[in-house]
């Protein structure tokens, strides 16, 4: 009999594979919520709805063209105001950020509009509660400062190095012909966090990273969507053995329940 180098999906309990396919469908689903933020977040800023290398380049390393307003107002908040309010603000910036046309025209906006959320009282978000805070980020757009990206950093660092261990770990009993690509497959998604992350600085000073921000998710989404489906697939439909019960089954290439259960 070959050497045992794993616990494949088919030797484990019902109640095993209930949790593990519990745990790949809410994290899936949290997924899709996350790359829909990422979107959401990052979409727009270069004036055009679909997402393009340039508008990472001006989410981490601003814009040499506009103003940290203005690149919000085409992005992530274009969509919070009407278009007719949008306009009129980018027109106020272009045009000089004049107080007196703030105080009767501008500021009315914000107040109705953005003071909501964008106040003194929430740290995680620019203030625009009166002219002056409106100022700061009417200033040019430089894009995410060092203290936002080392505090988003760890945060993703923390947080999808647990939630790709635990896919990994259960992507773990799976079968796969050649045991170098099933490693390829679960390592490839803590290289792509690492070089994310690393990314997100080093487009702040060279813009063709850029394209490492987008390749590495692509390859942490590709991995995650893989290692999904092929557990999936072998938890509940596929009925073929791997090797090692392959042999114990007697040579037939589908699971015999009870040879399985006594082994």
Same mark, same amino acid.
């Given at each position: ?40 977040? *990052? ?40 278009? !007719? ?30 003071? +909501?959320? *964008?106040?003194?009282?929430?740290? #995680? ?21 060092? #203290? ?5 950093? #760890? ?8 939630? =790709? ?7 773990? *009993?799976?079968?796969?012909? #050649? ?10 998604? =803590? ?13 702040? +000073? ?8 987008? !390749? ?48």
């Amino acid at each position: 009999m070959s050497k045992r180098h794993f616990i494949h999906f088919s030797e484990l309990a019902l109640s095993r594979k209930i949790l593990f396919s519990s745990v790949l469908c809410t994290l899936g689903f949290g997924y899709l919520f996350a790359m829909l933020m990422v979107w959401i977040s *990052h979409s727009g800023r270069d004036g055009s709805e679909m997402l393009s290398v340039k508008d990472v380049v001006i989410a981490y390393a601003g814009s040499d063209s506009g103003t940290r307003l203005e690149s919000a107002l085409k992005g992530p908040m274009s969509k919070m105001l009407p278009p !007719g309010e949008n306009l009129q603000i980018v027109e106020w910036v272009l045009k000089g950020t004049n107080k007196e046309e703030f105080d009767s025209k501008i500021g009315p906006i914000f107040e109705k509009r953005c003071v +909501v959320c *964008h106040n003194d009282r929430n740290p #995680h978000l620019p203030s625009v509660e009166g002219y002056e805070k409106v100022l700061k980020v009417a200033e040019k757009d430089t894009g995410a400062n060092y #203290h936002t990206l080392i505090r988003v950093s #760890h945060i993703h660092l923390f947080g999808l190095t647990f939630i =790709f261990f635990i896919v990994s770990f259960i992507f773990s *009993h799976a079968y796969m012909r #050649h045991e170098w690509l099933k490693a390829l497959i679960i390592v490839i998604p =803590f290289i792509s966090i690492v070089a994310d992350i690393s990314a997100w600085f080093l487009t702040k +000073v060279n813009h063709d990273f850029a394209l490492m921000v987008i !390749g590495a998710g692509m390859g942490m989404g590709s991995c995650f969507a893989i290692m999904f489906f092929i557990s999936m697939w072998q938890m509940w439909i596929s009925r073929k053995l791997p090797p090692h019960l392959l042999v114990m089954n007697g040579g037939n290439d589908e699971i015999d329940e009870d040879v399985v259960r006594s082994s």
